[in-house]
């Protein structure tokens, strides 16, 4: 069932409630907190109802229920114990195109009331489309206590002077980062210190601060947003993607995780798929330096860590030029997470007391590859960008000296829910990789460690 989360304003409107047993009564519940006036039938009504339904203004009908009651309402809850009455009830509703919820029937439902976490003005409503009460259950009371009852007060103070501050400062971005800075900034701490007047004198100087200023700070975000599986984001980059004004992201950072930046932050793809390069580097970096000289706080996301293999450096080195304040937030880089997932550790007492990270991308020739060194006994070796040199590399190696038998393994979408794993030998990876036609981006391991992979196996290995 496909719902569309919606805040109505119901307030002193009637809705009708049909049952008035322990189901009605928290439904009763919820919607008086909303403001509505319940009206309610049912041949029986407890005490504890009939408090609710007076505190609400509405009215008490002690009888069955009839197809006249739904007459003059807009909304509708069926909460008896009997089915076959709460069904008429839907039959009637939904003939006069009222809205209908029906208590434990999700099929017969078109709005349901959601799980809510009160932090007045806030509300946070919780639903699984009646998949599972459990479940929002379980989600409600970890927001609950996640976020402090003074969250409220919060939301009451920025209520309070969003029109001032709309007619004060007329410039947008000016006023989200004033905002951006009451929630993050000494403005909370007083309120959530239990300090409002404090608060309130500092918003105020906050707000007098704002109207001063004509340029906006930039800023830009050099984020690693690890290797796909967005659980493996840092608490840091996760708050970076979420101040954020614009956003420009390349081909490894995954949908699910560009779903975690700002809903209203623009978005620019600035990847290269293939060989195909959508925006050259110089041009990437430039762009970073004109939007945060426009005032803006520029996200650049990159796949796994920013530092390793991903040009950072040379990103930086243009904002640096043109002094533009700028934050290098670190990644889970691909081998920490491919090795992780696939239950390859990429050191080990006994067989690899040191890992080596190397390009596998072969320019012109192969002969700028350090192939001595490369085949040294007691290390691991880590490709990136590998895929397509694999049969050059295997060459290689084989001719400065590795045994054929040495293990490796190729793991491709590494911590992806389609990540697979191939493992085989210098003799026979290349075959292996061929016939199971693995695509990109896919990371190659080489070294004993690999072989340690069956011993370790404390999950299904799919190869
Ligand atoms: N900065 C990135 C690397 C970018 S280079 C990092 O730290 O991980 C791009 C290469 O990274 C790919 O060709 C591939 O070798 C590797 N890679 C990135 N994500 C990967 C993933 N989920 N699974 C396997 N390899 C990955």
Known sequence: ??????????????????????????????????GVRLVVVAPDVSPDIEDIVAASGGEIHREPYREAFIDGVQWVVAATDSSEVNRQVYQHATARGIQINVVDRPDLCSFTLPSVVHRDPLIIAIGSGGASPVLTRMIRSRIESAIPASFGDLAGLMAKFRGQVKQRLANLNLRRRLWQNVVD???????FSGNPDLAERLLRESINAAEQQTTLPG??????????????????????????????????VSPAILDMTRADAERIYVGKRASNHAMPQQEISQRLVALAQQGKRVLRL??????????????????????????????????AGCGAYAGIPLTHRDCAQSVRFITGHLARDNSELPWRELVMPQQTV???????????????????????SHPIALVEKGTLPEQRVVCGTLADIVHKVQTRGIGGPTLIIMGEVVALRDKLKWFDVDS
């Open 185 to 191: 900034g000494p403005v909370a701490e007083a309120v």
């Open 219 to 252: 800023e830009v975000f050099l984020v690693g947003a690890g290797p796909g599986d967005p659980d493996l984001l840092t608490v840091k980059a996760l708050r970076c993607m979420q101040l954020a004004d614009v956003v420009l992201y390349d081909n490894l």
């Open 382 to 404: 880590v490709f990136y960008m590998g895929l397509i040199g694999l049969p050059i590399i295997v060459e290689r190696l084989l001719e400065h000296g590795l045994p054929a």
């Open 302 to 335: 990159k796949g796994g860590d920013p530092f390793i293999f991903g040009r950072g450096g040379e990103e930086i080195e243009l904002l640096a030029q043109h002094r533009v304040p700028f934050q290098v937030v670190p990644g889970i880089t691909a081998a």
């Open 1 to 34: 069932m496909q719902l569309t989360p919606i805040f109505a304003r119901l307030s002193q409107q009637p809705v009708l409630l049909v049952g008035a047993g322990l189901v009605a009564r928290r439904k009763a519940a919820a919607l008086a907190r909303g």
